[in-house]
């Protein structure tokens, strides 16, 4: 509990910042007073101990530059040509609005299974409050996309 103590007082970081605590990285969710809660890029829950972040370097990417990256996934068929699916999520990503111009955003293989090849669409955001919007945004456009042409995975 002192370590939630020193935290609420010190605030390295504050809900919606974007921190890493190696080896995780990810946008503070919660902050409890014996453990904090990080959403990570990949979208799981990271439990960390308040008393491991007040022992371990923090590193905080938004406390002084609000922007971030918002990331999300959406599954292409194992079929699907991927050169063409870049192509089409590429531009979802460089059409949605609300993103910033700068750094640019990216398309990404980040798994294979049997079922899907999961691609990541990452874009920069001003802050925090545009995220979710983008992010959601993002996932319609990135749905309708893949299944305009014939590449979405059945779940």
Do not use: C
Not at 27 to 56: C, F, M, W
Not at 90 to 112: E, H, I, L, N, S
Not at 114 to 131: F, G
Request: proline share 8%; aromatic share 4%.
């Amino acid at each position: 509990m002192a370590a939630g103590l020193q935290i609420a007082f010190t605030q390295p970081f504050r809900l919606g910042d974007r921190i890493s605590v190696d080896p995780i990285h990810g946008v503070v969710e919660e902050i409890k007073l014996s453990y904090t809660v990080l959403r990570t890029d990949d979208g799981r829950r990271a439990y960390l101990p308040n008393e491991q972040l007040i022992a371990t370097p923090i590193v905080n990417a938004t406390i002084e530059d609000p922007t971030r990256a918002q990331t999300v996934t959406v599954p292409v068929s194992p079929d699907a040509d991927l050169e063409r699916a870049r192509e089409v999520l590429q531009g979802v990503v460089d059409a949605v609005p609300g993103r910033m111009p700068a750094p640019a955003p990216t398309v990404r293989v980040t798994d294979v299974t049997r079922e899907a090849v999961t691609v990541s669409l990452t874009a920069w955001v001003p802050d925090s409050s545009v995220a979710a919007l983008l992010g959601s945004e993002l996932r319609e456009r990135a749905v309708a996309a893949l299944r305009d042409e014939g590449m979405l995975a059945h779940a």
